[in-house]
């Protein structure tokens, strides 16, 4: 009232208030907001730029991508929720157990229905914008031609679904070739569990999405994939420039059999492709075994040049020939990521890719699609050495300390820096046995433990290789958690995968080797990547596509603040852990044991010192594998000021859609009345 009395009794002059409006700020101009805001990535726009003014969360709300996340294994009421909220988001992912008619039917109908949605979307916002006249600004005297925030919301408008990931756990027929894909899709992702010889029409795919920049089809189960690429296109036009260039611009390829020349058809028409990676390809005789070096040559005749690229076959190698004109004719000199194949690591590669590129920042190194039916190269005795390579080159080589990218397969006794992979029963030995063969284990000297050496990694994605068991072994998985969440502090993209079970050939024998998979309970030390500040997505797997849940909602639901909060979950981790007192004394008790016989290595001279450079990390990971490390971060989880993984927006627990960690535990935790409501 105060502040109206007195504006009503002391008018300012007219000079004066134009004095006012002309004096504004530039962030106050919509088109250089624009511009600020196309330079920042989702999170930063989501985290702070929507919280700032009204003008601000309006000019962002365009810029950010929703997603819709649809899987069969929800509820039902979850399901329809999902799909009514399709109109207007910009990625889609749906996950399906099997690929049937019945299955897609509610999925297909919001697809078709989203389509009619889209072009009479479409027609209204033209009509829209036809009656919205010019808006003359008093403050800087300039016309905005397009609809402002003010004049049109942009809740109301319209935006057409951009990318789709479609996951497939079991598939036996072709119906992906009636599945709905939308005109205006830029990104598509295509993936399957158990794939059983399922044909892909990619001509059709290109039809259905003209504007697809982005496609990438892979097998991660039963990993053959019969793509016929274009058979209309050959049989319909004899000289393929005659037809429009596709906007095709990144190929990926993984587990699939492409026949070269179909793939060399589609070449002709893709001159703006920068990515072509065909990885651990596959085929069905040997006449459908390619040729690499014709390939490139094609390459080159047709001036396309690649930032990135893979060329393996399942099983095979390359010739040196083939090697060198990869390096020096497919890549882009000044590219800084390299994707490799396993089966051609060999020192002398690795030695040419870092003359090629000083500094790496991408390094990708591929062994083999995870694989239900053929034999993986993880296990072979021929690829010892290289598992041997890859780690000396990540602890050792001063070219990787800028690496910002890692994914590669890592075994456990790599990162085992203290031998403690063994300490898988100390919960049930007695006293008089705890100590068995530790002084064996412990009486010759082994070099100082090698750490890695790219510490600045942002993303890391690693398929662990970890001891042949069938039982459940926490303190592998202590040993992953703790190590990553060490060593590499600033990640904010983190996958961890491991394989249940893994194939070889010994001579003419087929056989099985049977992996454990992480320890998602609490003893298994998941809470130690509590410790990553900067983390954002975090996926934890065993064998994709497996929905096994052995463990409860109190071993992880710390990672939300309601799981935190909960008086119930705080007490049965505080239980847990008072059960881990004869587990702990027996731990110490080792730890002593080792400890006075690393003493006396020390004084008689045969132990190793360890390089000042690693001395700090290394006694940040004196705890390593114990559970004296994950009792530690429990009880700081229990501080209300810590907050575990600040940054966490995505995550997935054996699920192939990252989803919001409070959704995740809603999904393998459901409440009684979810319960009820889903029968």
């Known amino acids: 009232m105060i502040r109206y009395l007195h504006r009503r009794f002391h008018k300012t002059s007219s000079a004066s208030t134009a004095n006012v409006q002309t004096k504004i700020s530039p962030l106050d101009i919509p088109e250089i907001l624009d511009l600020i805001f196309s330079f920042l990535n989702d999170y930063t726009l989501r985290r702070s730029v929507l919280r700032v003014s009204r003008q601000w969360h309006l000019l962002s709300q365009t810029r950010l991508s929703r997603e819709v996340v649809w899987s069969e294994h929800s509820r039902p009421s979850k399901k329809e929720r999902a799909l009514r909220t399709l109109p207007g988001a910009s990625k889609a992912h749906f996950s399906f157990h099997s690929i049937t008619p019945a299955a897609f039917k509610t999925v297909r109908d919001a697809l078709l229905h989203l389509k009619d949605e889209g072009e009479s979307g479409g027609k209204q916002q033209h009509r829209r914008r036809l009656g919205t006249n010019a808006l003359d600004c008093d403050t800087n005297n300039y016309n905005m031609s397009q609809p402002t925030p003010t004049s049109t919301p942009t809740v109301y408008s319209f935006t057409p679904l951009r990318e789709m990931e479609l996951f497939v756990w079991y598939s036996h027929t072709d119906s992906l070739e009636w599945f709905p894909l939308p005109a205006s899709l830029v990104s598509l992702r295509i993936g399957f569990s158990y794939a059983h010889y399922t044909t892909i029409d990619l001509q059709g795919i290109l039809e259905k999405c003209p504007a697809l920049e ?233 070099p100082p433990p090698a750490i890695w050496r790219c510490r600045s990694l942002r993303t890391l994605h690693i398929d662990l290789h970890i001891p042949l068991t069938t039982e459940e072994r926490p303190v592998y998985s202590r040993i992953v958690f703790g190590y990553v969440s060490r060593v590499c502090p600033l990640l904010e993209d983190l996958q961890i995968g491991t394989q249940e079970t893994c194939h070889s050939w010994v001579g003419p024998i087929y056989y099985f080797r049977y992996f454990s998979g992480l320890s ?41 603040a309601s799981g935190r909060k909960s008086v119930l979950s705080n007490w049965k981790r505080r239980r847990e852990v008072k059960s881990w007192r004869e587990w702990r004394r027996n731990e110490d008790l080792v730890e002593t044991i080792r400890a006075e016989i690393r003493m006396r290595l020390a004084i008689s001279g045969a132990s190793n010192s360890t390089p000042d450079a690693n001395a700090l990390i290394l006694m940040q990971l004196e705890n390593l594998g114990l559970l004296l490390d994950v009792e530690e971060m429990v009880k700081e989880i229990e501080v209300k000021e810590f907050r575990p993984m600040p940054a966490l927006e995505g995550l997935s627990l054996n699920h192939p859609t990252l989803m919001p960690p409070e959704n995740v535990l809603e999904h393998l935790f459901p409440s009684m009345l979810d319960k009820l409501r889903s029968r």
């Open 520 to 560: 998602m309970s609490l003893s298994g030390g998941l809470c130690l990547l509590g410790r990553l500040k900067f983390l954002q997505r975090l996926r934890v797997f065993s064998d994709v596509g497996d929905g096994k849940n052995e463990y409860k909602d109190w071993d992880v639901n710390w990672i939300t």
């Open 214 to 446: 982005r496609l990438c089809i892979e097998s991660h189960g039963s990993p053959v994939i019969l793509s016929d690429a274009a058979p209309r296109l050959k049989s319909t036009i004899k000289d393929a420039s005659q037809l429009p260039p596709l906007s095709l611009r990144s190929l990926v390829l993984c587990g699939i059999g492409f026949a070269q020349e179909d793939l060399e058809t589609l070449l002709l028409l893709t001159p703006n492709l920068k990515e072509l990676q065909l990885r651990a390809m596959l085929w069905s005789n040997a006449l459908d075994k390619y040729e690499w070096a014709r390939l490139f040559r094609l390459l080159k005749r047709r001036n396309i040049t690649l930032d990135k690229a893979h060329f393996s076959m399942a099983g095979s190698t390359m010739s040196v020939e083939e090697t060198e004109m990869l390096l020096t004719g497919v890549h882009r000199p000044s590219s800084q990521e390299r994707f490799l194949w396993a089966l051609d690591l060999t020192p002398q590669l690795l030695q040419s890719v870092f003359s090629m590129a000083d500094t790496l920042t991408t390094l990708e190194i591929l062994w083999k699609p995870t694989s239900k039916e053929y034999p993986r190269e993880c296990c072979e005795q021929s690829l010892l050495n290289t598992h041997a390579l890859i780690h000396k080159l990540l602890c050792e080589s001063p070219r990787l300390v800028h690496l910002t990218t890692l994914k590669t397969m890592v075994r456990l006794q790599d990162i085992d820096l203290f031998d403690r992979a063994g300490y898988t029963d100390l919960d049930t030995r007695h006293d008089a046995t705890v100590a068995e063969n530790v002084q064996s284990s412990s009486s010759t000297s082994r």
